[in-house]
């Protein structure tokens, strides 16, 4: 028990890096007032361009996967999951940034690469796909975020492929990815929700 917490721990310490908030800064911009006010990938893009969006995207990543590999590597595979718990919680509500925080579709992206891979390309699919047809990056993380538990449902009973404790932490994730995007589900519900369209977008 106290070695899983552990896990969880350092992997709050590790989902806490707000690399988003940091690199805006380094460019003298706080992410926290442009744009949607979000410190994640997708908004970085939106104010500083694509290349800072990337980096972003690309280091919030790694956050996952080095949680999620560190629980696993001190205990296995509760510590793996309780890396990537804590990971998501840490990027949503980091020590760093007062417990503000970005929606969780990175990290959880980089810790679904290591703990549910399967899981993680159907989501992917959905995810391009979503964005394809609507060009709404918000509507295709939540949609995203509610297939994983649906896949991981479906891995688990039919070919036994995921374990349930992986069912279980499909779901909190997909909750919490959700709940993160409640502004976004108004502004959709709304017609307000800004539409990525070209290179500096919307
Ligand atoms: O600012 O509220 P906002 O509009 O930024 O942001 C909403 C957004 C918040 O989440 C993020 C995290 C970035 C998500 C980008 C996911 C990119 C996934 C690209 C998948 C491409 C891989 C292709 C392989 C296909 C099989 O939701």
């Not at 361009?49 to 690309?58: P, Q, R, S, Y």
């Not at 609507?134 to 297939?147: E, N």
Request: with cysteine; glycine share 12%.
């Amino acid at each position: 028990v106290l070695s899983v917490s552990l896990c969880a721990l350092l992997g709050y310490l590790i989902g806490s890096l707000s690399f988003a908030v940091w690199i805006a800064k380094s460019r003298g911009v706080d992410i926290l007032k442009e744009g949607s006010g979000n410190p994640g990938a997708t908004n970085v893009k939106r104010v500083l361009g694509k290349k800072a969006g990337n980096t972003v995207f690309f280091l919030d990543f790694l956050k996952g996967c080095v949680a999620v590999g560190l629980g696993l590597w001190i205990v296995g595979d509760p510590g793996g999951i309780a890396g990537a718990v804590g990971a998501v919680l840490g990027h949503s509500a980091s020590i760093f940034i007062r417990f503000r925080g970005g929606k969780g579709v990175a990290v959880t992206m980089g810790a679904l690469l290591v703990l549910m891979p399967i899981t993680l390309l159907t989501g992917l699919v959905i995810w391009v796909i979503t964005f394809k047809v609507s060009r709404y990056v918000s509507l295709a993380s939540i949609l995203f975020a509610i297939s994983l538990p649906v896949t991981a449902l479906i891995l688990n009973q039919i070919w036994g492929l995921v374990s349930q404790p992986l069912v279980i932490f499909a779901a909190l994730i997909a909750v919490l990815i959700v709940v993160r995007h409640r502004s976004n589900l108004v502004r959709l519900i709304n017609g307000q929700e800004h539409k990525f369209t070209g290179k500096s977008s919307q």
